[in-house]
């Protein structure tokens, strides 16, 4: 790794934030769209089912080569042999992870007492064949910051998820709309990572063993962030559907996509993140760590704090009524998903330090925290005890501690990493007391929906430019600039 900041510009970083925000936006939205298209077609219980599929299909995805060639990104393309090699590997993960997800279609039905679930998820099974190798092209484009193409192919295979859903389900497709749409997005995506890295991989079916211990320690390390994170993002899943029943389940999983859209643009950020603090040196890592947390904090905090005002009237208006029992899971699960956004930026800064392994480990420490608090929360409030459990557990205790293990790993103070998250959030924590309590029965229910988060963004706003002596209205006019001229540049 070099030990001098590499020569990527700022220019360069913006322009590629804005292709693969945009693609995110584009993405989001269709995926918006067709989510509500289908919750006016399908039950909360059908979306229970989906939520029991998702279970074993996220767990298995976890093992995609996608997740594998990271390696290429923090280790660059220089040595074709480790290159063939991490290909190779990922390509026969993806078809022992086909069979295992087969094979575990029917004990998951038997489990929930759910016959759709077997057939759905065994159907869902062959999104790890269509797309085996995909995944090192996409880390090829990765590397190479060619986050265009990345962009344009998310928003194609975005588009092809849309489309193929919104088509099942007005041809009668029920439940099954969600695995069409899976094994389209899938189709696409493969097709165009091929097409747009262009580069040549060798296939063994029997990887080098040398290369393969070059980088094990960090593979490992990768797979075993994301088998934690999944057990401790999915165990209330597990928990509501077995003890709550599919309707809840429903319920909460339209809560925790809503109130996880924003965050889940972070996985766009962050592939920019990993490639450019993985060639910078230490202190030019944290400023650079320092302002994407900051950026963070004071877009998405705000973001949230309206997101918690609208949530009574634009859930029902969007979903329709039978959807009006997600409104208070989703304004708790929003904690979880602010918070969470740290926890994903400065998990993404372990990695680039090459310390994925303390990553995994917190992740995994979490696990006996998190599952108990889960089962404590269902019995006291039901789904809504599950919610405050991981908002509490999840949400604040562990960015918090992975705050703690960055500070320690790279040796920078903890307060610098603190310190960006502070003034946001507390603004933001005024601004909301205010508009809660703030008397407006005398207005019309219309006039109440608009007040209420304009005085709400106007309170952060003015807090914001008064706490911070204008520093920070001047950041993000300089962020805007920046991504202006980076959209014009020829």
């Keep these: 790794m070099p030990n001098s900041q590499s020569p990527i510009s700022s220019k360069k970083i913006a322009a590629s934030g804005l292709w693969l925000t945009a693609s995110f936006g584009f993405t989001k ?175 063994y079916f029997k990887p080098d063993s040398q290369a393969i211990r070059e980088v094990r320690t960090y593979i490992s390390s990768l797979v075993g962030i994301n088998l934690a994170v999944y057990v401790n993002t999915n165990a209330d899943n597990l928990i509501i559907g077995r003890l709550i029943g599919a309707k809840s389940l429903g319920y909460y999983n339209l809560a925790y996509q809503l109130a996880m859209l924003p965050t889940f643009a972070l996985s766009q950020i962050n592939r920019i993140n990993l490639s450019v603090m993985s060639v910078r040196d230490n202190e030019a890592r944290k400023t650079y760590l320092c302002q994407v947390l900051e950026i963070y904090a004071v877009l998405y905090a705000c973001l949230y704090g309206v997101g918690f005002v609208i949530a009574p009237w634009i859930i029902p208006l969007v979903y329709g009524e039978q959807w009006i029992s997600s409104v208070s899971i989703f304004k708790i699960v929003l904690i979880f998903a602010y918070a969470r956004g740290f926890m994903s930026i400065l998990g993404t800064a372990l990695n680039a330090i090459d310390k994925p392994w303390i990553n995994a480990a917190i992740n995994w420490i979490l696990v006996p925290l998190s599952i108990p608090a889960f089962f404590v929360g269902a019995s006291l409030a039901g789904v809504a005890g599950v919610a405050i459990a991981v908002a509490i557990v999840m949400g604040i205790g562990a960015s918090i501690w992975f705050g703690l293990a960055v500070s320690h790993a790279a040796k920078w103070n903890i307060i610098e990493l603190l310190k960006p998250a502070m003034l946001p959030t507390f603004t933001i924590a005024v601004a909301l007391l205010t508009v809660i309590y703030f008397p407006i029965s005398n207005l019309s229910i219309f006039s109440q929906k608009i007040f209420q988060p304009l005085l709400l963004i106007a309170i952060y706003v003015a807090g914001l430019s008064i706490f911070s002596a204008g520093r920070i209205p001047r950041l993000l006019m300089n962020l805007a600039r920046l991504s202006n001229s980076s959209s014009q540049k020829p």
Excluded at 76 to 98: A, P, R
């Design 29 to 203: 939205i269709s995926q918006l769209i067709s989510q509500v298209f289908l919750a006016r077609l399908l039950s909360p219980s059908d979306f229970g089912v989906w939520g029991m599929v998702l279970i074993v299909t996220t767990l298995a995805s976890l093992f995609k080569d996608a997740a594998i060639a990271t390696v290429l990104v923090q280790r660059g393309l220089d040595d074709e042999k480790l290159v063939n090699t991490v290909y190779s590997l990922g390509v026969n993960i993806s078809i022992g992870m086909f069979v295992i997800q087969a094979l575990a279609a029917y004990p998951l039905a038997i489990f929930f007492k759910e016959p759709l679930v077997f057939p759905v998820t065994l159907t869902v099974a062959c999104i790890f064949i269509i797309g085996a190798g995909a995944g090192s092209h996409g880390a090829v484009l990765q590397r190479e910051m060619k986050f265009r193409e990345l962009a344009i192919n998310d928003s194609c295979a975005g588009f092809a998820r849309f489309a193929a859903a919104v088509v099942c389900a007005f041809l009668g497709g029920g439940i099954w709309c969600f695995a069409v749409a899976e094994i389209a997005m899938s189709a696409v995506d493969a097709l165009l990572k091929r097409k747009f890295s262009r580069y040549r991989f060798q296939y």
